[in-house]
């Protein structure tokens, strides 16, 4: 399977704390992203962030990214309960984007 | 814009009917792409189109599945018989390049 793997699988943290989920891919890529999936609803897009590019912020979102190790982190701070979701990376080889199995994270208050 | 528009939004049907799902994309993307998501197999790939014409439907498990997108603004997913295990939640994305896709609410079907 290209799939590729998300760790950890769930997370449970308070309010205000950081939640970090990690990502691997398969093949080479053009970029890779995250998404956010609420409960019943569509993925929605969160970051994008280039092959060339190492890190990328966007407001409490920051993402990582190493090619030599086919890995990326997703890094969001100071958590609030309407975080809650799960969190899919996806990565683009030729054409196609091939999610990852993704995080379950819950954000108490 | 409304977004990715997707229908119907829940489906109960049984073994052996059709199911056709439909979408309608954002307009001015000229990229559609069909998904299946199960907690068993995750979110996978079906078909996407360019252009209104099949790109790669390799993602596509059996002749009993077939796709189509007869202009820019309406796509079908057709199961035809349907099975249990085509139970899932069934999600349109569209997008203006590969990258960045804006999904749909889905489709829950239950095929009993």
């Known amino acids: 399977s290209q799939q590729g793997e998300e760790d950890p699988q769930a997370l449970s943290i308070q309010e205000g704390e950081n939640a970090t989920m990690n990502c691997s891919y398969k093949t080479s890529i053009n970029n890779l992203q995250w998404y956010r999936q609420n409960s019943g609803r569509g993925l929605v897009h969160l970051i994008l962030i280039r092959s060339n590019e190492r890190e990328k912020h966007s407001g409490r979102l920051r993402v990582t990214l190493d090619t030599s190790k086919k890995s990326s982190s997703l890094l969001i701070t100071a958590s609030r309960a309407a975080d809650t979701a799960s969190y899919f990376c996806a990565s683009l080889g030729f054409q196609k984007l091939v999610f990852g199995t993704g995080t379950r994270l819950l954000v108490s208050p | ?112």
Request: hydrophobic residues 35%; aromatic residues 10%; charged residues 20%.
């Open chain 2, 1 to 112: 814009d409304a977004g990715v528009i997707q229908s119907p939004r829940h489906e109960v049907t049984e073994m052996g009917q059709e199911v056709t799902l439909r979408c309608k994309p954002i307009s001015g993307h000229d990229y559609l792409f069909w998904y299946r998501q199960t907690m068993m197999r995750g979110l996978e790939l079906l078909i996407y189109f360019n252009n209104n014409v099949p790109i790669d439907d390799s993602g596509m498990p059996e002749d009993r599945f077939s796709a189509k997108m007869p202009n820019a603004s309406f796509s079908t997913l057709k199961i035809q018989p349907s099975e249990p295990r085509d139970s899932a939640v069934y999600f349109c994305a569209s997008s203006i390049l590969v990258e960045t896709q804006y999904f749909g609410p889905g489709t829950r079907l239950l095929v009993l």
